[in-house]
């Protein structure tokens, strides 16, 4: 019954989907998948191309036209400021940010759009009160999971929205992507949710890698080493999946990139320190992910920051 209720929505409402990258390649084709009418744009023409290709959809040529063409638009993109230059446009125009060509400016009173990047939550907040001018409501409903789980749909999704109504109204569609659907609270709530859980995340990375390097350095072989966390009290994720598969093969392709993880910390901290709160661990998880990100370059795979952790090491030492 929830595949004929979600076919249904599916050929009510006319989907847009923007950032066809590592993400959103994977998330877009699931909504395809389940029959949903779909538009998507990309600065990568030629990539929006091959997707329409592949998946019977229509390639915009502008952020303008996919909003033309879209009662719902999902954003999944680096960071809320590229979100809000894409839906609003630059201050200084150009050719992605002209507001004649914002995505915003070519939606109808009563669209929804679904912000499912890893965005601020407080500058959230303020797009949705500006969107709002514009007859147009927002919710924030970013993810984890990973490539992995957005190939398969199954991605955990936490799901921010000032009214009940268009949280419901986003379910149909988040439904396509995602298995677990997390109602958090507020707008911008899921966006906090979404940072401090990745801050957990690279916490715990950054632990297993220093016991690594530290590990290694007594002789101890770190592949023993993650088998033993892995049946002790030090495991967590990464030792189960990313050490495991990515670090000891030296693959280092999680599909995650340094920066967007180092981002996602960096506002789990500066959330902390909007709230007035005295918390170092955030403030120093941050802060050895950002050296990381400039030691060895954001573009690499987040998995790569325990090499830059082992020179720290040698050049302390």
């Known amino acids: ?149 957005a190939r398969d749909g199954t991605l955990a999704i936490m799901l921010g929205a000032d009214d009940p109504a268009e949280a419901r109204r986003a379910r149909p569609v988040l439904g396509a992507m995602g298995r677990d659907i997390f109602e958090t609270g507020p707008l911008g709530s899921g966006h906090a949710m979404k940072a401090l859980n990745n801050y957990v995340a690279a916490a715990g990375f950054a632990a297993a890698s220093e016991a690594l390097i530290a590990g290694k350095g007594f002789g101890l072989d770190p592949a023993v080493m993650i088998d033993i966390m892995n049946v002790s009290t030090g495991r967590n994720f990464s030792t189960e999946s990313t050490i495991k598969s990515q670090v000891l093969t030296q693959d280092y392709a999680s599909g995650f990139a340094l920066a967007l993880l180092a981002k996602d910390v960096g506002i789990a901290a500066d959330l902390a320190q909007g709230l007035g709160l005295d918390l170092p661990l955030v403030e120093t998880t941050s802060r050895i992910w950002f050296s990381a990100r400039d030691a060895i370059g954001g573009e690499k795979d987040h998995t790569e920051a325990i090499r830059a952790w082992q020179e720290t090491a040698r050049e302390d030492g």
């Open 1 to 149: 019954m929830a595949e004929v209720s979600r076919l249904d929505n599916a050929s009510a409402e006319r989907i847009g989907f923007v950032g066809i990258g590592n993400m959103g390649w994977p998330m877009a084709a699931n909504l395809a998948r389940a029959g949903f009418k779909l538009g998507v744009y990309d600065t990568d023409p030629d990539r929006a191309a091959r997707f329409a290709a592949e998946f019977g959809a229509q390639a915009a040529r502008t952020p303008a036209d996919l909003g033309a063409m879209c009662d719902i638009v999902v954003t999944m993109l680096p960071t809320g400021a590229i979100v809000r230059r894409v839906l609003l446009g630059a201050e200084n125009g150009g050719a992605d940010g002209a507001a004649d060509q914002a995505l915003a400016s070519a939606l109808a009173p009563g669209a929804l759009l679904i912000d499912m990047s890893s965005s601020d939550p407080l500058g959230t907040r303020e797009l949705g009160a500006a969107l709002r001018e514009r007859g147009v409501a927002l919710v924030d409903a970013p993810v984890s999971g990973g490539v992995p789980r």
